[in-house]
């Protein structure tokens, strides 16, 4: 496994075997990105048109400035897809998407509280008793008092990113042995959940954890009955009349914390359902979103993160955006080698104007992801005429 996981650009995730950039690499990759940009600026002197044919153009030359391996782009407007284009890659058929896949199980769980079956302050020993009576108690029994919605904003108090997170060594082992293709959130677990410590109180402070919705995923197996890959499929996007992904053939052991395979234009679909006119997730969850803001931080006026994704209020009440990476090697039941690389980008202003953005790992591919996010949402302001 290399790195795995990423709540922002700031926030990244390593296994035990992560790619390690040297300072004087970073130089070299910045060096290009600010070389790359200048050509990109250069390119976009002649005014765009006012139509979505302008998102194209911008795109066309973004890819020549970066040379990205492959690259996709999506964008959603008043609630359709207006623009989707590809670079190698079709931009209609599923992609991996790695963290943003938070989102879908944010989604999920919101459907069981929504639906009376589960609490946003239900405990873990309330969530997961199955588990808890066939691996044992936890050595840490604050885990026990652990919930719901401590789980869903990273303050649970597991170890997550900045502390040696012990899913990446776990993933790293099940992938060089052949297992990545398999969903089971509980037997990951059950590898080390109940042995580690915590690394602070739950409800403390935040820490980007995908420790915490593999959790979610056993949560969303043992409350439905129904494999995570199975009823979030049907409770989010069959529920939405989207059709029903998988997870990654060769990437399910990620499950709910990065495991997705999905088309960018659906996957923006989903996050239409954090306008708050859309009666999906229910008034439940909507309050709940709008407290979480305060909730650990009461002076709190900026973002936080909320039902899977980063949140932002104002403008409409919610804006939501979430990142991801992967870069992992491993190798198929067969033996044969298997490769997970890929940097992605969602987000969602109040307005409904939103984009996704998929390319294929490289050590510059967030510093072109980054560039690629700014021209579009610059040419945001130009198109005024919607297909």
């Not at 879908?104 to 309330?126: H, M, N, Q, W």
């Not at 923006?268 to 969850?285: C, E, Q, S, W």
């Amino acid at each position: 496994m290399g790195q795995v996981g990423r709540g922002d650009p700031r926030r990244r995730g390593y296994s035990e075997v992560s790619l390690r950039t040297t300072a004087f690499a970073l130089g070299l990759v910045a060096l290009a990105g600010m070389a790359a940009h200048d050509r990109a600026a250069a390119q976009s002197a002649k005014p765009l048109p006012d139509t979505v044919d302008a998102y194209g153009i911008v795109f066309d030359q973004w890819v020549k400035a970066y040379e990205p391996k492959t690259a996709i782009v999506v964008v959603r407007r008043g609630g359709k897809t207006v623009f989707a284009k590809g670079y190698g890659a079709d931009p209609q058929k599923p992609t991996l998407i790695a963290s943003l896949s938070k989102a879908i199980t944010g989604a999920c769980i919101a459907t069981l509280v929504r639906d009376g079956k589960l609490s946003f302050t239900t405990p873990l020993r309330d969530a997961l008793p199955q588990f808890f009576r066939q691996y044992g108690a936890p050595v840490d029994p604050r885990l026990n008092d652990a919930t719901v919605e401590e789980l869903l904003v990273h303050r649970a108090g597991l170890r997550g990113n900045a502390d040696d997170d012990s899913i990446y060594g776990i993933f790293a082992k099940r992938a060089s042995g052949g297992h990545g293709w398999q969903a089971t959130p509980k037997i990951v677990l059950s590898e080390y959940l109940l042995k580690d410590r915590l690394a602070r109180h739950p409800g403390g402070r935040y820490s980007y954890s995908n420790t915490g919705y593999e959790i979610l995923s056993a949560i969303i197996e043992e409350q439905t009955g129904k494999s995570y890959e199975d009823y979030c499929g049907e409770a989010v996007f069959g529920a939405l009349g989207l059709a029903v992904p998988k997870l990654h053939p060769d990437w399910r052991m990620l499950a709910g914390m990065g495991g997705w395979f999905v088309p960018g234009p659906d996957y923006l679909a989903v996050l239409d359902i954090f306008d708050p006119k859309n009666p999906f997730l229910g008034d439940t969850v909507k309050a709940w979103i709008d407290q979480a803001q305060t909730r650990w931080t009461p002076t709190n006026r900026d973002r936080w993160y909320g039902l899977g994704v980063n949140t932002w209020a104002g403008g409409g009440r919610w804006a939501v955006s979430h990142g991801g990476i992967l870069h992992s090697r491993g190798k198929n039941p067969l033996g044969e080698p298997i490769e997970g690389s890929i940097v992605t980008h969602a987000f969602r202003a109040a307005d409904g104007i939103a984009v996704f953005i998929a390319l294929e790992w490289s050590p510059e591919a967030e510093v072109s992801l980054n560039a690629l996010r700014k021209v579009i949402g610059e040419t945001h302001k130009v198109v005024k005429t919607l297909p």
